[in-house]
């Protein structure tokens, strides 16, 4: 049997692809969409204002991530199990439970925004009389009060999928704004205006979506079900509890690099630095529908101890992954300064030695973006937490050092580190648990 052969023939490799099929095609036009909008956002707003916008943006987004106990993952780590089984009060409740606690953490983040927008304009931003610009953007955190959540029912629920409809539908709304700014005369306020309408659309969108999902899997009033019928809860509690504290980490050390690079330099190298980053995670346009279907699959082998075929499925959705990452990483590389000119203009050339190093960790991280979905699987939640916050460490602790003496370049290459050493070493740390339960 050849190769290709073994994975045409493979049930489950059929229906993760043409799953993440559907979700790409629409990801892929909103990828285009925002293409268009970064070539004139760019344009418009020159690499100062581009790195502030980014600034603004990180701040709403990293201050949510702290408090956040990213329930997509809880869902699907337990609703999932709970449909599976036709336990529809135990997975009423965990939704119900998940909502709520999803919607009381938005507000919280705002808040919190609100309450130092004042210190984001001083240390991060390093602008004056801007500080309204965070409060505002931070609104959309109270639109997307449930999207972690609304997420995971997607997934759980085969409707993925519409994910990528909503999010093409904000990207048709957030560039048709963007082009009356830039065609008709518009500044930095009508372009921060089009991204909080976008993320608003976003949250709203998935929110309706996985309301109706849930009429049809567990009736009109399964949010009357009471908080009682959650069991389990000491077990549930400690999955969420180490993903807050993972999801807290990643955002600290991995996701937010606008606002280090603000913190470190100023917002015009923020600006090429978002550019860099921008460009480089189109990688993450084929790899995040991977990522969103495979994880209930992965989930349901373990819950089923289907040791054999999880590893025969790692190593086939690795395999695939591989061929279509290297081939764009080595594109990114080779043609970055046309891509830049492109994207961008001549201005953002220096974004590139940043580009090249970020392609390098990124590649690595998406060839292997199953790395964190397994341990959660194998009932492991803390073991990501002890290695991104050792990884996270490390490249702080010389950002300190490396970023204000060799800039934008050095914070790639501290990123692209942290990529391969957290990566890694929780790739090892699952693929030898699969080995010890056979």
């Known amino acids: 049997m050849t190769l290709l052969s073994k994975f045409k023939n493979d049930p489950l490799f059929t229906k993760i692809i043409r799953s993440s099929g559907s979700l790409f095609s629409n990801n892929t036009l909103a990828?285009?969409?925002s293409v268009v909008q970064g070539i004139m956002a760019t344009r418009l707003l020159g690499p100062a204002g581009f790195g502030l916008i980014g600034v603004v943006m990180a701040f709403a987004s990293t201050v949510n991530s702290v408090f956040s106990f990213r329930m997509g993952e809880l869902v699907v780590r337990y609703g999932g199990e709970y449909l599976n089984r036709q336990e529809k009060e135990k997975a009423s409740a965990l939704l119900k439970t998940a909502s709520t606690t999803e919607a009381a953490v938005s507000l919280l983040a705002f808040l919190v925004v609100f309450a130092t927008a004042q210190l984001a304009e001083t240390y991060l931003a390093k602008t004056p009389d801007i500080a309204w610009m965070f409060t505002i953007f931070a609104l959309n955190l109270l639109a997307n009060f449930s999207t972690e959540t609304s997420t995971g029912i997607l997934q759980i629920t085969d409707k993925i999928k519409l994910q990528g409809t909503v999010n093409l539908i904000q990207a048709v709304v957030t560039t048709l704004i963007i082009a009356g700014a830039f065609f008709f005369g518009g500044g930095i306020t009508i372009v921060l205006v089009a991204y909080l309408i976008g993320k608003s659309i976003l949250g709203l969108g998935l929110f309706v979506l996985a309301q109706i999902q849930l009429h049809q899997k567990l009736g009109s009033g399964?949010?009357?079900?009471?908080?009682?019928?959650?069991?389990?809860?000491r077990e549930i509690f400690r999955f969420a509890f180490s993903s807050n504290i993972s999801a807290t980490i990643i955002k600290l050390f991995r996701e937010s690099e606008l606002i280090w690079v603000g913190f470190f330099l100023d917002t015009t190298a923020v600006g090429y630095y978002r550019v860099a980053y921008t460009i480089t995670h189109f990688?993450?346009?084929?790899a995040d529908p991977l990522i969103a279907t495979t994880f209930p699959e992965i989930n349901r082998l373990a819950v089923e101890k289907a040791w054999g075929k999880l590893k025969s499925f790692l190593k086939k959705i690795?395999?695939?992954?591989?061929?279509?990452n290297i081939a764009i990483g080595a594109g990114l590389i080779l043609f970055g300064h046309w891509v830049i000119r492109i994207y961008s203009g001549a201005d953002y050339l220096a974004a590139y030695p940043a580009l090249v190093a970020l392609t390098i960790g990124l590649v690595f991280n998406y060839i292997l973006f199953w790395n964190r979905p397994l341990l959660l699987a194998l009932g492991l939640p803390e073991f990501p937490v002890y290695v991104t916050l050792a990884a996270g460490i490390i490249k702080l602790a010389f950002s300190f050092w490396l970023v204000p003496v060799y800039g934008?370049?050095?914070?790639?290459?501290?990123?692209?580190?942290?990529?391969?050493?957290?990566v890694g070493v929780m790739v090892l740390r699952g693929l030898k648990e699969i080995e010890n339960r056979e």
């Open 31 to 33: 990828l285009g969409l």
């Open 222 to 233: 399964w949010w009357r079900t009471p908080f009682s019928k959650l069991t389990a809860r």
């Open 283 to 286: 990688l993450a346009i084929p």
């Open 318 to 324: 690795t395999a695939f992954s591989f061929a279509y």
């Open 408 to 422: 934008v370049a050095a914070a790639g290459g501290l990123l692209s580190f942290y990529y391969v050493a957290s």
